[in-house]
Every structure is written in C-alpha cells, then in structure tokens.
C-alpha cells in the first residue's frame, strides 16, 4: 500500500481519537450538581412561575445572561440605542375583558359566574337601558315576536330555543323537527333580528338551570380564556356588536321586575296558545362590558459563541425560558422541569462549549443558545426568531431544543434511563444518523422514537420551539422526557427533579452538537417527513 495513503489515515484516525477525547472532556463539566445550583434559582418561588413578560420572567433572563457573559459569549441583538444586547426584543398582544358586570333589582351579577357573553361586546361606559321581554326573539310568517312589539331603542330578553307545544312537539315544524331558530350559532340570528327591529342589546334566557348552568358558564369562562390568548400582532375587533348576554331565569326575573313562577307560565302560554305573548315583561338594567388591550413586552436571550474557519454557519441550541405563572389561586408554579430544565442544560452546554473554546478547541461553525420566551402562550418567542432572525436562516444548519428533560413519565417509571427524540430524521437523514452515533459512543441512553410517529395523537412534534425552525426547513432534534403528574401544576418543583437522569441527556446533546458544530460538511436536508 502506498504511504502517504498509509500516513493519511493514520492521520485521520488520530485526529478523530483527539476530537472524541476533546469532546469527552469538555462534556465531563456537565454535572447534576451544576444542573441543580442553576435550577434552585430559575425554579425558585422568587421567580413567581416565569409568566411570559412578567418580573418573574425578566430576572430568570438576567440570571441566565449573566452565565452567559461569564462565559464569554457575545450578544448580537440590537438594542434600542443601537448597541448590541443579549436580549430581542418583541411584544404580545392581547384582548381581553376588563370591568364586565350587570345590575338588576339593586344586585349585581358576576361576569362568568351568574352570566356569561355571547360574541363581542364593548361598552366601557356603564350603560343604562329599558328591557322588554320578546318571547323568542323569532319571525316568521306563522309566528312572530316582534308583530305587536316596539323594541326601539330598548334592549330585549328572550328565551332561548324555539316555542314547544304541550305534546311536545315544536311550534313552527309541528313534529320534532328543530328550526334555524335552535341550534348552536341560532342567538346570532336572534341578535341580528333584534337589532334589525331597533333593540339596542339582547339578553337570552338559557334553557339550562341550576348545576347545569353553572356548569356552562365555567365552561364557557374557559373558552373566553382561549379568545383572550395573546397574538404576536395586534388584533382589531369587529364592533358589529353582534353579542349577547346569557343569563338565568332567576336573573332575568330580577331585571324584568317578576318572579321565574311568573317568567314560567310566560313561556308556557306561547306553547298553549301558539301565539306570541299578548303583553310583554319590562324592566330594566344596567350594564358594562369593557374590552381591554393589553401589551405583554417580553424577549428572547440569544448568546453567540463564534466559530472559527466555519463560522457563517450556524447551530442554535433552544429552550424556553418562561412558564405559566401563578395559578388564580395563588399558587405558584415554578416550572422546575418545564422548562427549568431546559434552561439550565443550556446554562451547562454554554459552559461546557466555553471551556472548549478557552483551551483553543472551539467549535468550527458558530453556536447560538437562545433562550426563547412566550413558549407557554403559543410559541412565540422563537416564531418571533424565525420571522426576525439575528442570523440568516439558510446558513442555519440545525436546532437542538430541549423541553422538559429532568423527570420521568409513567411508561418509563421503572427504566430512568431514556429520552424521547422527536423530528430528527424529519429534514435530514444525517441528523438522525448522528444522533444515534452520538448515543451509542457517549451516553447509551435507550432514545425513544414513539411521539415521533406523524399517527401519535399528542402531536409533540408540533408543541415546542423547535417547531418553528423546522416548518423553515431547518433540521430540529426535540429532547423530551414526557408528561407527569405535575405537569403544569404548583407541584413541578426542583426536589423533583432527577438530575442525574438528566445530565447524560445534556451530555447526549452536547456530544450531537460538538458533531454538528465541527464536522467537515453541514448536514444534508435530504428527508420531508410528516
């Protein structure tokens, strides 16, 4: 065999043994016990759960930021003077309902607790109007409320649904046919008819009583949450006022200056009688509902460490720095492991890449540790970084996002020693490949496939930040070690966390990245899997 063919791969070998040797000795300062000193502050009851933009939130970013400057990182945001910051910057925007009550008979009723709205309704000023009942608020050519009735510059109660007759059958089919008057979206019919006919706002009478109806007015305070979620664009309402007020008979009675006895045989005298009520209820109210426009500022961390004759290509290594806060109870929830732990592997990875780069052994391609917020609300924080890079996305070459790595779920109770990964073999063939390689060499972990599955139902793929670099086309690992008991409850808290579970995970992570960071070639976007 020739020699230099000889010397070449000897040369080969012995550069790839000190790289592994590097590398092994740079992950070694990954300990449990530094895992631990950063997770008692990031999850500490100070921190009053990391609520995206709360105080909370922006002193776990100066903690972070502060490691990251000791470690000699750069920031390469742009502050506001023009000087470069840690820290991107960006807003959330959010609508929601302020002061929302109504008075009655010298009460006032509770917004999601004695009555809740239909639609969209801003009235900041507290409003006092004449109220008439309308019997079903319907118009038809065989039965019509509003034919005797002037409603003009009034506000109108109606009962919810359709007249019945006494056999059961309804008014307008005469069978059991329901109308367009009885079904789900029917109170905007209802509403656009008033309003056509002069009234000025409508109350609707709920079907539903008692527990029931409680049990729907929580229902729908739990979906008004969702319609207040915050966006990272402002939002314009419609002011068409297309809304309703959905209260109870006992409510209505108040208003209506009656008894629900009363109110009853009202409703009953339609069905017997098949004709619309011949004198009308009044009363009359006074209400307020106030819309809100709420800026939530917030920002991600995002700490650059150059590489060197690579160093226009890029990895970013990710997690988020927020969580949900403190519950309506008072209860704090510290999020040790979502996402703690995520935080805090990326405090050790900066570190453990640092120490490289001192000794003369930095990474070839540049890293970018990048501390996302607003995670929680709706992944934010890092659709704000796809859509406003500090570095170009095409010389990005992967994401490797860890979210919640430091407790076990039920499937693994009585085998500690796994992970789940999810889309590495989604854009790149490669990645996977060194995944795995990595694994096998350095951490022997079992990596658990099954939430990588496009069929799983829980859709983890679609659930954290690396999502958004990947819908871009950019490779993503998702390290992830599943749900628990304490998920997103007070009891998420640092005694329960396995740290040393978790730093062979952190060390897996930093053995893919050293790989990645300073192979000769990028890796290749080669797959497009679901």
Known sequence: MNKNILAGIFLSITTFAYAQDDATKYAESITPEDLKKHLVIIAADSMKGRDTGSPGQKMAAEYVLKYFKEYGLQPIAAAADGSKSFLQKYNLYKRGWGEVYVKAGGKQYEFNKDFYLNGILDAPAETNTPVVLAGYGIEEPAYNDYANLNVTGKSVIIFEGEPKLKDGNYLLSGNGDKSKWNSTVSWQNKVKLALEKGAKHVFIISEKTGEDFDKEIRQRA??????????????????????????????????????????????????????????SLSGEATFKAERTNEIIETENVAAYME???????????SAHLDHIGISPNGEINNGADDDGSGTVSLLELAEAFSKAKADGKGPRRSILFLNVTGEEKGLFGSEYYSENPLLPLKNTVADLNIDMIG??????????????????????????????????????????????????????????????????????????????????????????????????????????????????????VDSHKE
């Open 307 to 317: 590489g060197s004759d690579k160093k226009d290509e890029v990895l970013v290594i």
């Open 222 to 279: 739990v979906m008004a949450r969702r319609f207040s979620s915050p966006t990272l664009k402002p939002v314009k309402e419609s002011s068409n006022n297309i809304a309703s007020f959905v209260l109870s008979a006992e409510m209505a009675a108040q208003i209506l200056n009656t008894s629900v006895q009363k109110l009853t045989k009202e409703k009953d005298e339609i069905g017997k009688t098949k004709k619309p009520l011949s004198k």
């Open 407 to 524: 407790r076990v779920d039920e499937a693994h109770k009585n085998d500690p020693k796994y992970v789940y990964v999810i889309g590495a073999d989604k854009l790149s063939s490669q990645l996977h490949a060194i995944s795995e390689e990595a694994n096998k060499k350095y951490v022997n972990y079992k990596l658990d496939y099954t939430f990588n599955d496009p069929k799983d139902p829980n859709r983890f793929y679609y659930r954290s930040d690396h999502y958004n670099f990947a819908k871009v086309g950019i490779p993503v690992i998702f390290y992830f070690t599943g749900v628990h008991e304490d998920y997103h409850r007070p009891g998420d808290d640092v005694e329960k966390i396995m740290f040393d579970k978790q730093a062979p995970i952190v060390k897996l992570v930093f053995h893919t990245a050293w790989e990645l960071a300073n192979r000769e070639e990028r890796i290749v």
